[in-house]
Each structure stands twice: as structure tokens, then as C-alpha cells.
């Protein structure tokens, strides 16, 4: 198995009119590169790790939500050695009610599926907290030494990539990502234009437990910068951005009340001298009339 993985022909297991399932060839690798006893899957979807691991000898729990198991409100019924997880990549497809009948498992095990249902989340800042609640509760719920498998990819809206990569919650150890090319997929049959760049591959995260009790967590934490409080800004960015954001040339004055009170003044008690001297580079700024300034021409 190298860092770049590619399976044309899907291999044997699972139901490739499943949508979203991942070629049973991967699993086969896995069991291989990593030496697998033992390798659980909560999300199994149409089996595809089950399949593959019973043909192989390998042991493991195989649960969904199609069977009747909600990782959001249940508790996971092992302690596992090794964890294969292929979440759902927020609503590019949907299960619940499209892949199965809702209703089906409403009559047999109970409860809705599509209340806690990762494809049916409420937005990409619902899905994410979804996702790494369930990345958290498995990676606990392994042994030491143990080692969680995650398959995840890129997905674009409206011009805006949002990356599962990313946005996950990494318990443990990072051991390896492996970049797994897509093949035979819906988005294949559809041309695209403009600046538009296909996703034509996927992830798979490698994460080990190396310590039963104690362990680092890396998250991804989104927040607003401006560019008046940040430490590699310049003083021709920041001016730079000033002007740009106002849309026209501004004067000294106005250049000032726009800075004031941040950061980037703080730590400098000359600003105003250092805004002088920077709007006088005439390769960035350009002098339209006394005291006034803007950007210069591209």
C-alpha cells in the first residue's frame, strides 16, 4: 500500500448500487498493510467491511443505522481493536429515506433514523459537530494500539470548498493520510465549466491509540481576522486593505480613524508616521491630491 491509492475495478463485497460506498479492495488493503485481527465498522452501510472481512478470516462488529444502531444516542456495544469509518459527506447523498425506507426501521427497531441521520444534518457547521462527536466516541470506545480508519472527502457549494480533512476532530496519533482516487462515480457523467476543479479523489485518515487514558486532540477552530490586529501584516497591507475595502481614495484623517484602536497601532506608538511613509511607495499607492490617497492602477 503506498500513499496513493487507486482501485478502477471495485473489487467484491458489499452493493455497488449503494451509493457513497467505498470499493471493498481498500478494506482488502488494510487487512494487508496493517495486519488486521479484528476491524469494526458502525456505519457499514451495505456491508462492504463486513463482506470483506468475513471472506478474509477477520473479525469485527458490523452496525447502522439501517440495522437498527444510531451512533448519536447509542452506546457502542465493544471495545474494539481497529475501527473502519466511512462517514456520509454531509448531504451529498442521502440515506435515510433514499438508500432505505425510514419507516422500515421505525417498525423494526423503533426509532426514526432520519432525526440522527450525519447525511440529513441542518448545514456544514451541524454536520461537522455531528461528525466529530462520532469521531470522538469511537476513537474512545477502541483499545490501546488500536487504529481508526476514516474515509472522507471534499465537498463544493456555491463556490466554497468544505473539506472533512479539514474540519475532523484527530485524536491520537496522526499515523498517515492516503489520497484514494475516485472512480465510477455520478459527478463522473457531467461536464463542468468555468474555474470549476472536479474532486476526483478522497482520504483515508489514519489515527492511532497510543495511550488508554491520555491523548492529544487536534481541532479546527474557525474565527474572523482582521487584518488592523494581525502580527504578519504589514503596514502597506493593512493600508493597503483599508483603502480597498473603502472602495475609494481616502485622506490621512480617514486612513487614521480606520486604524485606530488596533493591534497593529498598539504595538507601535508612531503608526501615523508609519502610515505616512507607506502611502508615499508609489509602486502600491497613488497620491491623488493633497493629504489624499488610493490605490494605484494595476
Known amino acids: ?34 495486519d488486521l485481527k ?34 448519536m444516542t447509542m452506546d457502542i456495544p465493544e471495545r474494539a481493536d481497529n475501527i473502519f469509518w466511512h462517514p456520509p459527506y454531509d448531504d451529498i447523498v ?42 470522538m466516541k469511537q476513537f474512545t470506545s477502541m483499545e490501546k494500539g488500536g487504529r481508526m480508519f476514516i474515509l472522507m472527502g471534499d465537498i463544493k457549494k456555491r463556490g466554497k470548498l468544505y473539506s472533512m480533512l479539514l474540519d475532523i476532530a484527530k485524536p491520537g496519533t ?30 483515508l485518515l489514519v489515527l492511532r491509540k497510543d495511550s488508554p487514558l491520555m491523548f492529544e486532540v487536534q481541532m479546527t477552530k474557525h474565527q474572523r481576522a482582521d487584518m488592523r490586529d494581525m502580527e504578519g501584516a504589514t503596514w502597506r497591507d493593512v493600508v493597503a486593505a483599508v ?5 475609494k481614495p481616502l485622506s490621512l484623517k480617514e486612513i487614521y480613524e480606520r486604524v485606530d484602536g488596533h493591534k497593529k ?9 508609519k502610515i505616512r ?15 489624499v490617497y488610493g490605490l494605484a492602477a494595476a
Open 243 to 247: 483603502l480597498e475595502d473603502a472602495h
Open 265 to 273: 497601532c498598539q504595538s507601535n506608538p508612531h503608526w501615523t508616521d
Open 1 to 34: 500500500m503506498q500513499s496513493i491509492v487507486s482501485y478502477p475495478d471495485r473489487g467484491v463485497g458489499g452493493k455497488n448500487s449503494y451509493r457513497g460506498n467505498c470499493s471493498p479492495k481498500l478494506i482488502e488493503d488494510l487487512i494487508d498493510q496493517y
Open 94 to 135: 442521502v440515506y435515510s429515506d433514499e438508500m432505505y425506507k425510514a419507516q422500515d426501521i421505525i417498525n423494526r427497531y423503533g426509532f426514526d433514523p432520519r432525526v440522527n441521520d450525519l447525511s440529513r444534518c441542518n448545514g456544514w457547521e451541524d454536520f461537522v459537530k455531528k461528525m466529530n462527536y462520532c469521531t
Open 38 to 71: 479484528y476491524l469494526s465498522d458502525y456505519m457499514v452501510g451495505s456491508g462492504t467491511t463486513e463482506d470483506v472481512c468475513k471472506a478474509r478470516g477477520v473479525g469485527g462488529m458490523y452496525l447502522d443505522l439501517n440495522r437498527g444502531f444510531d451512533m
Open 174 to 203: 496522526v499515523e498517515q493520510i492516503i489520497i484514494k482516487a475516485q472512480h465510477n462515480c455520478v459527478s463522473d457523467r457531467r461536464s463542468y465549466s468555468g474555474r470549476f476543479v472536479p474532486i476526483v479523489h478522497e482520504y
Open 277 to 291: 511613509q507607506v502611502v508615499q511607495n508609489e509602486k502600491f499607492f497613488s497620491h491623488v491630491e493633497r493629504g
